[in-house]
């Protein structure tokens, strides 16, 4: 497990394009045949990945994570961005198709994910948090939730939000997440952006062609820097940071939060005017 530690408001405004990658850009995901997870000191996070191939993959625990097994005092959200595949937790399995979700409640033993064909292979985006609470294991259909539509075409940012994990659905002890999908023509997302200080943000950007790219924009709003981010890249976003940006084609990204709360609306609102 690789570790990653986030720098403050502070350091943040002297640090080089390098560094912020270094820092703040998770980009070594989705291997095929591989379980990738790293720690981020940041809300004790951990973001992974699972591909499986033509064998199961089996989640590990870690010596960082001091635990007998990787959900003993964790939650995971799971995320299928790929081909259909198969979660199976404690000896039960939930089949994923695209965009199907499942939530895994802390204290479950054994997880394996498997592909249904290892040539069109599951792709599982994990994210993990610390967990006080117990809540069951469920399947999320996607196409059974319900969706909202923001923005407009005339701003570019005309897009649909579906949420997989949050307080007034498939409940969880902090954890919260869900997916936006930008329509033909719109690039823009997180439009008017905003912070919120009681929890940290992940944006996983995927369903972005290899040549194409996102400008993510981070940072006091009063002092904002980019990262050039490619698809099924990860940016980590501490809770002094906006977590906004612009594609050069429309794009999914995949979000996930925790912290203190799960109130999907509590954010400190900025304008467009007031970034810098």
């Known amino acids: 497990m690789k570790m990653l530690e986030m720098a403050d408001a502070v350091r943040f405004r002297t640090m080089t394009t390098g560094e912020l990658r270094d820092t703040f850009l998770i980009g070594d995901l989705f291997k095929p045949g591989e379980i990738s997870l790293t720690y981020v000191d940041l809300d ?7 591909v499986p191939l033509a064998e199961a993959l089996y989640l590990p625990t870690d010596v960082a994570l001091k635990a ?3 959900t003993e005092r964790r939650e995971l959200g799971i995320l299928n961005i790929g081909g259909n595949g198969i979660v199976t937790v404690g000896g039960t399995p939930y089949a994923l198709q695209n965009l199907d979700a499942l939530y895994v409640g802390r204290g479950n033993e054994e997880i394996a994910f498997s592909s249904v064909d290892a040539t069109s292979p ?14 069951p294991t469920q399947l999320i259909l ?10 407009s075409a005339q701003n570019a940012n005309h897009r649909e939000i579906t949420k997989l994990i949050y307080l ?13 999908q930008l329509a033909s023509g719109s690039v823009w997302n997180t439009m008017p952006p905003h912070t919120h200080g009681r929890r940290s943000e ?8 290899a040549d194409q790219r996102v400008i993510h924009l981070m940072g006091p709003g009063d002092a904002t820097r980019n990262i050039v981010v490619a698809s099924k890249q990860v940016v980590v976003s501490p809770g002094w940071s906006i977590h906004c940006g612009v594609g050069t084609s429309n794009y999914t990204f995949c979000w996930g939060m925790g912290g203190e709360n799960q109130v999907y609306s509590d954010m400190d609102a900025l304008t467009i ?3 810098l």
């Open 168 to 180: 007034d659905g498939v409940r969880s002890c902090q954890l919260v997440m869900g997916f936006t």
């Open 122 to 135: 599951a792709e599982f985006y994990l994210l993990s948090y610390p967990a006080h609470a117990v809540y």
């Open 142 to 151: 996607s196409g059974e939730q319900g969706k909202v539509e923001l923005g």
């Open 44 to 50: 004790r996070t951990v973001i992974g990945s699972a």
């Open 68 to 70: 007998e097994y990787f």
């Open 273 to 275: 005017a007031d970034l």
């Open 202 to 209: 992940v944006y996983l950007y995927f369903n972005l062609d």
